[in-house]
């Protein structure tokens, strides 16, 4: 079976076999097939688009071109859980702990932050001694004893993404669904979970910009699982300003500790309370998404799940002190008003620029070489819907040098205003199972 003729079969839009498929990524990750012809092959597929079951053939075509995590000696169902991203995105360090603590096993590997938006790792490490690196064994050890465990992403798992995306990155063919959705799902599939909740975003700070396209990008990824064993629930939520009201990375943390001890922002706790909802369901904990919210809400209120953070925080050479007085996490030097030039109903916040002003800050990464600043960031003190009057604070800066202009200037463009009354954004638009 020559390359050229996988390329003219997609070229002309009929259907790969499992075959094809395997032998062309197999072949492309060993070296033998050239990236010129691989860029051909991606350009046909974004053109001519793929079949539920073809993206599933290249979805585990990827997962077998490397390591793939065997969880198996973890009791229980595993629940994965994955961010398409965004900014302000704290909800993995919220339900992680509020799903462990009614006893359903948490796995999780994350990753670091990269530009606008941050990482589940990154904010993790904001804890004085926490480990994100633990021996395969410690991390089932872990699992077992606490439900919970987070590592940094480790191995070598699905190395023909790896190729993969970097290619499409240079060839204009990143924004195509079967390939969006096979990339990030044979990263969950090789990390060895038994079920996979989706927090698919959309909007200014988000991946997918329109509602249509999260929802197509939603159920070719719920295609995938279903079609390779593992059940598959995504929400599709809103990413059109940011999440909750802190970006950084202690505050951040701060804000997570604040929902876990059932004190935190209205929207964040019910977007938590739907991913994790749907985890404990997938989980067996409850056998429906009603019971499991009602009762998850509970636990907020009740501080089990705070008290499953300190623990899990603990269990990873963290300092639980830290957990339980917040203010103890690095603070910066600086905290420094920022007042609104306008006035009027706030209408839109550009969610990838308040990302780019924490990152100026120092909060993230132009490069994946940059060290991050884990006590600098951003409280959001105006959301979309609130009313501004000018010379008002829109935001706090916590900063830990005094030249912030060009992170002021990113931040108030990022703010958009009208004198017509405006309704604060619906968080959760769609469950695709
Ligand atoms: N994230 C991924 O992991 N892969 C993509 O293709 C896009 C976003």
Redesign the pocket.
């Known amino acids: 079976m020559r390359a050229v003729d996988i390329i003219l079969k997609k070229r002309h839009g009929k259907e790969l076999t499992k075959e094809e498929i395997d032998t062309f990524i197999k072949g492309y990750t060993n070296g033998d097939i050239p990236d010129y012809q691989v860029s051909a092959f991606l350009m046909a597929v974004y053109f001519k688009g793929m079949t539920k079951e073809e993206t599933a053939h290249l979805t585990n075509a990827m997962v077998k071109s490397g390591d793939e995590i065997d969880l198996s000696k973890i009791e229980g169902i595993k629940v994965d859980k994955h961010s398409?991203?965004g900014v302000g995105d704290k909800t993995s360090l919220i339900i992680a702990p509020l799903v462990a603590s009614v006893g359903v096993p948490v796995a999780k590997m994350s990753g670091r932050g990269l530009g606008h938006t941050g990482g589940t790792v990154d904010k993790l490490e904001s804890i004085e001694g926490f480990q994100v690196e633990l021996t395969t064994q410690q991390f089932i050890e872990n699992v077992n004893r606490h439900k919970i465990a987070v590592v940094g992403q480790s191995g070598n798992l699905t190395p023909a993404?790896k190729k993969l995306?970097a290619l499409?990155d240079v060839t204009g063919t990143?924004d195509s669904i079967p390939?969006?959705a096979s990339?990030?799902m044979s990263?969950k599939i090789a990390s060895g979970s038994n079920a996979i909740v989706l927090d698919v975003k959309f909007g200014s700070g988000a991946?997918m910009k329109t509602l249509e396209d999260a929802k197509a990008l939603a159920s070719a990824m719920v295609g995938i699982g279903n079609e390779l064993g593992r059940q598959t629930v995504a929400i599709i939520t809103d990413m059109d300003q940011p999440l909750g009201h802190e970006i950084g990375n202690a505050n951040e943390v701060q804000e997570a500790i604040a929902v876990l001890s059932g004190k935190g922002d209205k929207d964040l706790t019910e977007v938590c309370l739907t991913l994790a909802g749907n985890m404990a369901v997938l989980g067996g904990a409850y056998s429906d998404f009603d019971e499991a919210k009602r009762e998850l809400q509970k636990i907020l209120e009740s501080g089990k799940a705070v008290e499953k953070m300190r623990e899990f925080v603990e269990s990873q050479g963290g300092n639980g002190n830290q957990i339980t007085n917040p203010e103890t996490l690095p603070q910066a030097k600086y905290h420094m008003e920022i007042k609104s030039d306008e006035e009027g109903n706030v209408q839109t916040i550009d969610a990838e620029s308040v990302g780019i002003a924490a990152m100026l800050l120092g909060a993230g990464r132009k490069t994946k070489e940059d060290n991050i600043d884990y006590a600098v960031g951003i409280t959001l003190k105006k959301k979309v819907g609130d009313i501004v009057a000018k010379g008002e604070t829109l935001a706090v800066f916590h900063a830990n040098f005094e030249d912030i202009g060009e992170a002021e200037k990113t931040l108030k463009n990022a703010y958009t205003f009208t004198n017509q009354s405006v309704e604060a954004p619906k968080l959760i638009h769609d469950i695709i199972k």
């Open positions: 398409t991203g993404d995306y499409r990143v390939l969006i990339s990030i990263k991946f």
